[in-house]
């Protein structure tokens, strides 16, 4: 670095002159001398990295791959609430106490098949399609696993509801093997369903009794006689039971199965499939399982009537326990005694079955059957989600390998002296490096990774941080050519580093604001780029120069590149030429474009607080006449050229350089690209052309919608998006729940929990129950239950079967409203005996008397296990078991202990139609205002289910991405105008960036992408990877001297290449997520991402140096001149154009100053630069 001398320090020889140049007194000198002091600290960085160059190297190459070495504990989240639900948000609060009332599992899990026709459109309501339907679902039915020496088949693995406990023995058994699974299916309708049913037990002197032979009445008669059945009769009376499955009509009347009781058996006729479909169908129980239509069936189309015509889609649904609950139901059994039973054995058992069933329903049907089955699992969305979060090493090492070929070849040049291509390998290898320790810091950190981590981060980390790769080597070839050997690096650090660290910065920055965004899964992505980010940052900033100055010391033993074992065959020498040396002659500049570099003293006038500098001697000069921008551009703010081979000036032979090697795209951007960019048509053409751009983004946004389904993610053209596209397009069907909480009385509050109820039911999103079926909630089916029993004893009372002092006689339901009746609820008086005609269970406002409430919801749960298992009451805590005993004689009988007071209880509820997010939106807005009306009334209660857990996001997701965008361009604009020094630049990249940003959200208009929390992000980091394009242009015009247009031109030729080469390198990134299996990937990543940075390309090497060239702020640093009476600065010539001449000698004195505090002799002043005269010349 050039030391700043005092008057007192300078040589005897030196004369000054009469009256030395200044800095113009308007010029900012505190910006001046800010940036120089943070140049000067890079300066001794990079001196002190390339004296050490070796040790740096080793040192940061043992920590970074210490930090690599932490992806080894990294945890890869895959649970889709974990990953999407807000985090702190009122949904995420609402799940907490839905876990920890009761846990962390569910009631069961699902398995569904969908059935279409091959034909778009085709009908499916015909005896032909449901008998394609059941020997796909009867092929799926009979799946058996066998696993740790077990066998595992449906009846033992699937979720049967409400089993009742019968204290006969034989009948226990006999409906534990019996007892149906749940199967929503359309084939209940018809006495095939029953086949589906895998239970069977013995008795003697019957054939097996399965559903397909099984009629539960006859089968009472029969063994009334046995055994004492009352209270299972009348459980399934209650229950509506019925025949069960032999009272329906068989589908095919000529089975040889069908049983003599189907409606069709002996008139041999098909049913009519539409009219048995209509409204729906039943499980065994007619009361407790109804299956709703729109449950089975998809793309209906009625008549004038309202009746069923056809439909394009049949769904059945297989229930299967959780892990949990499987677990659970076998913990101790027989069967699993020497197996080391496990919830995680469970969950495998599960999860095998259900892989095994999607595969065998899916080549259930012949290829060339008329009808098409699809089959999906709770397992396969998990597999889905472990495979899209799974790193693709093939194109990890593709990416990588194209870009290190890429680094390589544009590198490497025919001068051996100037080519780099080892650096661009080393460079590349050293990102690579850099992003592995950022991940493994994040993983060390605790911070989980996600598809976006694994599917995305590597590459466009790699891209981002190339960049700057190509920036400090493209400057390091550029250096001033009497920069001191040792001093090489510092010089680059110094004329670099502030680019990088505001590029860095604001990357960091952006990926940091972008954890606005509440969404766990996006948030961890961010953080994680912004450790990547600032992790190649230190790369670039302390490790890289080291390879470039053991790449200098083998440019200085002139060895071949990439080949360095091997000597140079047309060695190049720099040449150094000091003031002494040059004397009074003329340097021929147009043979080598050479740039002379002399030292000069400066000192600050303490009159005047003007920075001094003075001049040795000068030379003279000859510019090219073939160089349009001339010689002015060669400056220390600009791209500098090594002095190498001057002719004549050593006896040496030097190599001519090829013509080719002038091929470059500085070379580009100086005689063909600036002065065609920056001639008035042009500049009007540019405004023009992003003025329309902007419109029409303006007008795309519009466009833009919000949602992301499950279809955008899964793969187009395999199985999976095949079903979840037919299942959003027929069944598009969510199971909620209303629950509500503890801190209110239920037994007070029961007109406000009907309240609720309806008002919910209300919602245009809700699916309502059939006219004749009453609300499926457990507070309707216990008062219906109430009454009842009620119904049961005034019978009973009437009829003298019961009375004040004994129940026996009368009916087990008259029993249990007798016990009820007499309960006080006080401890110290329990029974009151007046109260059985004085009271009801149930008031005429159908209200249970509060002190009943809890000791009725004992009953009721012990005694109804279907109506209870139909409600989904789930509650918390849950009532005491209480078995009813009508022929005890004690009395212990007659108390019954009350449940505890209710802190969760659920409400079940159908949402349909949700086809866009607008619906979704609409619906919970919808249940959140019910809640709310609630609340006023004293009711606690959230609506919970998987619309709100994944689409309430977008309730403030746009306030969310305005909020953060805006937040960060505040950022942006402090932190270039804190590095820069200049606001008025710093406003420039501000509105570039934001121009940016919005018309990157118009063509995702256009693209028809939708806004979700993934492009969010994507958003928001545009403004902080648009800073790459836009700050190396502004940094240039503002250290660079003369008019705005040559500022431009000189910022265009210094920054082109380097700018190109990082869109280029960033593009090649991202030409790897192109070749993901993920359409999703490709749609929300790879487009967007490539669309980012095209739009940075154009803004940063077209509307930035028009606006620059326009709207630029003044130089910071002013070249003042100083010249003698005999030589006159030619007139500057007259017109907006890139056009000057050169004078034929230099002025007497001539002093530039950069912001590095170096001094450079050049050429005077070309058209447009501003000279300051000295006071007492005219002006």
Not at 505 to 517: G, K, R, S
Not at 957 to 976: E, M, P
Not at 994 to 999: G, K, P, S
Not at 1044 to 1064: I, K, M, Y
Request: charged share 15%.
């Amino acid at each position: 670095m050039v030391r700043s001398l005092s008057l007192g320090e300078l040589p005897p020889s030196y004369t000054p002159p009469a009256r030395p140049p200044q800095i113009l007194a308007g010029s900012l000198q505190a910006p001046l001398w800010l940036r120089a002091h943070f140049q000067g600290l890079l300066f001794s960085l990079g001196c002190r990295i390339q004296r050490h160059c070796g040790k740096v190297l080793f040192l940061g190459l043992v920590a970074f791959g210490a930090l690599a070495l932490g992806l080894r504990v990294a945890v890869i989240e895959t649970d889709l609430e974990q990953l999407w639900v807000e985090v702190d948000s009122r949904v995420s609060q609402e799940l907490h106490y839905t876990r920890e009332k009761l846990g962390e599992e569910t009631a069961y899990t699902s398995q569904m098949l969908i059935q279409t026709a091959r034909q778009e459109g085709g009908n499916v309501l015909t005896a032909e399609a449901l008998g394609l339907h059941l020997q796909a679902a009867l092929t799926a039915s009979k799946v058996q696993v066998s696993l740790y020496g077990k066998s595992w088949d449906l009846n033992k693995i699937c979720y049967k509801s409400g089993v009742p406990l019968i204290e006969n023995g034989m009948i226990e058994r006999m409906i534990e093997k019996l007892f149906p699974c749940v199967i929503l299916t359309p084939l209940d309708c018809f006495w095939e369903g029953a086949k589906l049913q895998g239970g069977s037990a013995y008795l003697p002197g019957r054939p097996d009794i399965q559903w397909t032979n099984l009629d539960p009445q006859r089968l009472l008669e029969e063994l009334g006689p046995f055994a004492s059945l009352e209270g299972f009769r009348e459980l399934l009376e209650k229950a509506q039971v019925g025949q069960a499955y032999v009272g329906r009509p068989c589908l095919d009347p000529d089975d040889p199965y069908c049983p003599p009781s189907a409606p069709n058996h002996h008139s041999r006729q098909a049913p009519n499939v539409a009219r048995e479909l209509s409204g729906g169908c039943h499980g065994f129980s007619h009361k407790f399982m109804h299956w709703q239509e729109e449950l089975l069936l998809g793309g209906t189309t009625r008549g004038l009537q309202g009746q069923l015509l056809r439909a394009e889609a049949l769904q059945s649904t297989f229930l299967l326990m959780s892990p949990r609950q499987l677990y659970e139901h076998f913990r101790g059994d027989y069967q699993t005694h020497d197996i080391g039973w496990s919830e995680e054995q469970a969950n495998t058992v599960l999860q095998t079955w259900q892989r095994r069933f999607v595969q065998l329903a899916q080549e259930a049907l012949p290829a060339n059957a008329s009808q098409q089955i699809h089959a999906f699992s709770s397992t396969s969305l998990d597999d889905i989600l472990h495979e899209f979060s799974e790193v693709s090493a093939t194109r990890v090492v593709g990416g990588y390998l194209l870009m290190l070929a890429y680094a390589c070849v544009t590198m490497l040049r025919w001068d051996c002296a100037q080519s780099q291509g080892a650096v661009g390998l080393a460079g590349v290898l050293l990102v690579a490096l850099a992003v592995a320790s950022g991940l493994g810091l994040c993983a060390l950190l605790g911070i989980t990774f996600n598809a976006a981590t694994t599917q995305v981060l590597p590459f466009l980390a790699l891209g981002i941080g190339v960049d700057d790769i190509f920036l400090l080597a493209h400057a390091f070839t550029k250096a001033p050519p009497d920069t001191p050997l040792p001093e090489r690096m510092g010089e680059c650090l110094r004329r670099t580093g502030t680019s990088v660290a505001l590029t860095s910065i604001n990357n960091m920055v952006a990926f940091f604001m972008a954890i606005l965004v509440p969404i766990p899964a996006l948030r961890a992505f961010s953080l994680q780029a912004a450790i990547v980010v600032g992790c190649n940052f230190a790369a670039v900033m302390l490790v890289f120069p080291a390879i470039l100055s053991l790449d200098l010391c083998r440019r200085h033993r002139q060895r071949l590149d990439v080949l360095c074992c091997f000597s140079s065959p047309c060695p190049a020498q720099v040449i150094q030429i000091l003031p002494q040396e040059l004397g009074d002659r003329t340097v021929p500049v147009g043979v080598a474009h050479l740039t002379a570099t002399v030292q000069a003293f400066t000192h600050c006038e303490a009159s005047s607080q003007h920075v001094v500098t003075i001049l040795p001697p000068q030379t003279h000069l000859i510019s090219p006449p073939s160089d349009p921008l001339g010689s002015e551009l060669y400056s220390t703010g600009g791209s500098t050229r090594d002095l190498l081979g001057q002719e004549g000036a050593r006896p040496k032979a030097a190599c001519r350089p090829l013509l080719c090697a002038h091929w470059t795209l500085a070379h580009f951007a100086r005689y063909q690209f600036a002065p065609l960019l920056l001639q008035t048509q042009a500049k009007a053409l540019v405004l023009v052309f992003f003025g329309a751009l902007l419109g029409l983004s303006l007008y795309g946004a519009t466009l833009v919608q919000d949602g992301l389904a499950l279809t955008d993610v899964v793969p187009r053209g395999t199985k999976e998006h095949a079903f979840l596209s037919a299942q959003l397009r027929y069944f598009s069907l969510y199971e909620v729940a209303l629950v509500t909480q503890g801190g209110f009385d239920y037994a007070h509050s029961q007109r406000a929990l009907f309240d609720l109820h309806q008002r919910f039911s209300s919602l245009k999103a809700v699916l309502p129950p059939p006219a004749s079926q009453a609300p499926r909630t457990w507070l309707h089916y216990y008062r219906s239950w109430l009454q009842g029993i009620q119904a049961a004893f005034d019978q009973d009372w009437a009829s003298g079967r019961i009375t004040r002092h004994s129940y026996r006689n009368g009916s087990e339901d008259g029993a249990l409203a007798y016990k009820l009746l007499i309960q006080t609820g006080n401890t110290q008086e329990p029974l009151d005996f007046n109260q059985l005609t004085t009271r009801k269970l149930v008031d005429k406002e159908g209200l249970i008397p509060p002190e009943l409430f809890y000791m009725g919801l004992t009953v009721w749960v012990s005694s109804d296990p279907l109506g209870l298992a139909a409600s989904q009451a789930n509650f918390y805590p849950p009532p005491p078991e209480w078995l009813h005993d009508k022929y005890d004689t004690t009395g212990e009988n007659l108390r019954i202990p009350a449940a505890q007071p209710l802190e969760f209880a659920q409400f079940p509820f159908l949402l349909h139609g949700l086809q866009k997010t607008a619906d979704f939106v609409e619906a919970i807005e919808g249940a959140r205002a019910a809640c709310t009306e609630a609340g006023q009334a004293g009711v606690h209660a959230y609506p919970s289910g998987s619309p709100f857990l994944f689409w309430e996001q977008y309730l403030g997701l746009r306030r969310c991405f305005l909020l953060a965008i805006c937040i960060l361009l505040v950022c942006t604009f402090l932190v270039c105008a804190l590095l820069l020094l200049d606001p008025w630049t710093a406003g420039l990249i501000v509105l570039v960036l934001a121009m940016m940003t919005v018309e990157l959200f118009g063509i995702m208009g256009f693209l028809g992408i939708k806004l979700s929390a993934i492009p969010v992000v994507i958003l928001v980091a545009s403004v902080g990877i648009g800073v790459e394009f836009t700050v190396h242009v502004a940094l240039g015009f503002l250290t660079a001297q003369g008019s705005r247009n040559l500022r431009a031109a000189r910022a265009l030729e210094q920054t082109f290449a380097p700018v190109t080469d990082g869109a280029v390198s960033t593009l090649l990134g991202l030409l790897m997520l192109a070749g993901s299996n993920f359409d999703f990937i490709i749609r929300y990543f790879f487009v967007v991402l490539t669309v980012l940075t095209l739009l940075g390309l154009l803004h940063g090497l077209l509307l930035l140096p028009v606006l620059l060239s326009i709207l630029g702020p003044p130089p910071q640093v002013v070249q003042i001149y100083k010249e003698s009476p005999q030589v006159l600065s030619p007139a500057a010539p007259r017109g907006s154009g890139l056009r000057w001449g050169m004078p034929a000698t230099l002025p007497q004195s001539f002093a530039r100053v950069t912001t590095s505090m170096t001094v450079a002799l050049h050429p005077p002043p070309l058209p447009g630069a501003y000279v300051h005269p000295a006071p007492d010349e005219p002006t």
